[in-house]
C-alpha cells in the first residue's frame, strides 16, 4: 500500500505506470507459491513460512532507506523479492491452516482465512504513522524546505530529513 503512494505522490508515475512498476511481485509471487508447494511436502510450513517473512522483511528494510534519488530498478527488485517472499510464506501457511483444521470445520476455516488477510493487508494504521512522520519531518525541516524532502524521509525512518537544496 505504501509503496504506490510513494510512487504515485513523490515520483510522479500515474496510477497506470504505477500498476506496471508493481505487476513484478504478482509475477514473482506467482513463482514462488508453486516451488514453495512443492517444497511443502518435502520439509513443512515452518522453515518455507519462516524464510519467506524473512525474505519480505529484509525487503522492507531496504525500501525503508529509499531517497529521491533512488533509483526505480532498486524498487522494482525490492518488490519482486518481497513477491518471492510472499509466495513462499502464504502458501505453505494457508495449506497448514486448511490441513490442521477439522474436516467439518474446513468451510468456516477458508473465509476465515481470507477475512483474516483482507483485515492485515489493509490495515491502516501504518497510513496513519507515515501521515505522522511525514509532518514531523516537514515541521522539523522548516517552511523553506522542499516537501518532497520531508515525505521520503517520512518514507524512511531510518534516514534523517535532508537539507532543501
Known amino acids: 500500500m505504501i509503496v504506490p503512494l510513494y510512487l504515485q505522490g513523490v515520483m510522479h508515475y500515474t ?41 519480505v522483511s529484509i525487503s522492507l528494510f531496504i525500501l525503508s532507506g529509499i531517497s529521491l534519488d533512488t533509483s526505480l530498478w532498486v524498487i522494482i527488485l525490492c518488490i519482486c523479492i518481497m513477491g518471492l517472499g510472499m509466495g513462499f510464506s502464504m502458501m505453505p501457511l494457508n495449506t497448514h491452516v486448511l490441513s490442521s483444521a477439522p474436516r467439518r470445520l474446513v468451510s468456516r476455516v477458508t473465509p476465515m482465512t481470507a477475512a483474516a488477510q483482507q ?23 522548516g517552511a523553506n524546505a522542499n516537501p518532497l524532502n520531508a515525505v521520503v524521509a517520512g518514507y524512511g525512518t531510518r534516514s534523517s530529513c535532508p537539507r532543501a537544496s
Open 119 to 141: 483485515v492485515v493487508v489493509s490495515f491502516a494504521g501504518l497510513t496513519g504513522y507515515l501521515t505522522s512522520q511525514i509532518t514531523s519531518h516537514a515541521a522539523s525541516a
Open 15 to 55: 496510477a497506470f505506470e504505477t500498476g506496471f512498476i508493481l505487476m513484478p511481485f504478482a509475477l514473482c509471487a506467482g513463482i514462488g507459491m508453486p516451488i514453495s508447494g512443492r517444497l511443502f511436502d518435502k520439509i513443512g510450513a515452518r522453515p518455507l513460512a519462516f524464510t519467506g517473512l524473512a525474505v
